[in-house]
Every structure is written in structure tokens, then in C-alpha cells.
T-cell receptor, first 108, second 115 residues
Framework: LAKTTQPISMDSYEGQEVNITCSHN???????ITWYQQFPSQGPRFIIQ???TKVTNEVASLFIPADRKSSTLSLPRVSLSDTAVYYC?????????FGAGTRLTVKP | GAVVSQHPSRVICKSGTSVKIECRSL??????MFWYRQFPKKSLMLMAT?????????EQGVEKDKFLINHASLTLSTLTVTSAHPEDSSFYIC???????????FGDGTRLSIL
């Protein structure tokens, strides 16, 4: 079961690009990498999922190097409403555990 | 996108009461649903994995007689906290999985407060 390590917290300013890196040295061949966002008193919200290289959707990009031992979530031009906890999960179907997450604070 | 509905959103009740929380996948069938517990400022802790038509798989340290899980259909799983006590007060969150290697979709959680 791949364990993930993320920075505990990050600060940014409105309009900046934010990159949050997650380490998962023991990732297995069948594991996918999934990122979630959570606001206080709400359930996590799916952001993006990938297996290798780069994935992009309307809200974020996910960069995964060839060795897949880490991944980077990139949020372009953050706003105050992006202040939340971001979780990186690694695993296969039905076998995902939440790590401590990264608390992102976006300042005006 | 996929929608998971969790009900109720908040429960306040007396010690000794049993509380049922429902988790529904509204626009897809979920053979597997998950139940999590979250304490303030902490991460989500997986309690159990619920499979339609079979018994739930509980994580180590989670009392199966305390937290009863039923997954009677492909769109509904329920968690019943039996004889709840103040230490059971927490934020309970469910999620549902659409299919293999598909991301989980989460409900908005249930805030349980036992007096």
C-alpha cells in the first residue's frame, strides 16, 4: 500500500500558480494517482486523476514523472476560494487511504 | 458529474440513541461504497468498505457491531451507529465508486453530535 507524503501547509496569493508535490516512493504498477480538494465540513471533491505523464482538465494539471514516485498538482491562477485541504491518494480500486493532506491558504 | 447524496447532514441526539446515515449514488450504480470518519483538523480515516449484497469489510480497530453497514442495493448504503456515545461524535463521510480505477465520489458528510 503506497504511502504518500505532502507538505503540511502552503501559502499563496491570488492569481499565482500553485504546485503541490506528493511523494509516493512505493507506488505499485497498478496504482493510480488521484487528488481531492476538501473544504471545511464538506466531503472531498475530486480534482484530477492520472497514471503517468501529464493530465489536464478544466481546473488543474497533474504532472507525473517517468518513475511515478511523485506527482505534482498544478493549480493555475488561484483565487481565495481555492483555500482548502488538498489530498493526494495512491492506490487501486477500493484500496485508497487518505494521508495528512496539504492545507493551502490563498491570500489577497 | 457523479453525485453522491448523504443524509442527514447533521444529527444531534442523546447518548444511547442509534443513528442511521444514508448514502445514495444518484446517477450511477456503485458496487462499492466507503465510509470514513473525520475528526477536526484531521484527515479522513477509512472505517469500512461496503459491497452490494455482501458483508462490509471493516478496518482494523473499527467495531462492526457498533457501526452497522448495509448495502442493500447498487445505489444505497447505510451506516448505523448503535447506542451512540459522546466519543462517537464526529464527521462521517461516505463515498461511492463508479467502476474499476474510477475516482471515488463523496457525499457532503454527516455531522454527528452525541450529548
Amino acid at each position: 500500500l503506497a504511502k504518500t507524503t505532502q507538505p503540511i501547509s502552503m501559502d499563496s496569493y491570488e492569481g499565482q500558480e500553485v504546485n503541490i508535490t506528493c511523494s509516493h516512493n512505493n507506488i505499485a504498477t497498478n496504482d493510480y494517482i488521484t487528488w481531492y480538494q476538501q473544504f471545511p465540513s464538506q466531503g472531498p471533491r475530486f480534482i484530477i486523476q492520472g497514471y503517468k505523464t501529464k493530465v489536464t482538465n478544466e481546473v488543474a494539471s497533474l504532472f507525473i514523472p517517468a518513475d511515478r514516485k511523485s506527482s505534482t498538482l498544478s493549480l493555475p491562477r488561484v483565487s481565495l476560494s481555492d483555500t482548502a485541504v488538498y489530498y493526494c491518494l495512491v492506490g487501486e480500486r477500493g484500496d485508497m487511504r487518505f494521508g495528512a493532506g496539504t492545507r493551502l491558504t490563498v491570500k489577497p | 458529474g457523479a453525485v453522491v447524496s448523504q443524509h442527514p447532514s447533521r444529527v444531534i441526539c442523546k447518548s444511547g440513541t442509534s443513528v442511521k446515515i444514508e448514502c445514495r449514488s444518484l446517477d450511477f450504480q456503485a458496487t462499492t461504497m466507503f465510509w470514513y470518519r473525520q475528526f477536526p483538523k484531521k484527515s479522513l480515516m477509512l472505517m469500512a468498505t461496503s459491497n452490494e449484497g455482501s458483508k462490509a469489510t471493516y478496518e482494523q480497530g473499527v467495531e462492526k457491531d457498533k457501526f452497522l453497514i448495509n448495502h442493500a442495493s447498487l445505489t444505497l448504503s447505510t451506516l448505523t451507529v448503535t447506542s451512540a456515545h459522546p466519543e462517537d461524535s464526529s464527521f462521517y463521510i461516505c463515498s461511492a465508486e463508479r467502476g474499476p480505477n474510477q475516482p471515488q465520489h463523496f457525499g457532503d458528510g454527516t455531522r454527528l453530535s452525541i450529548l
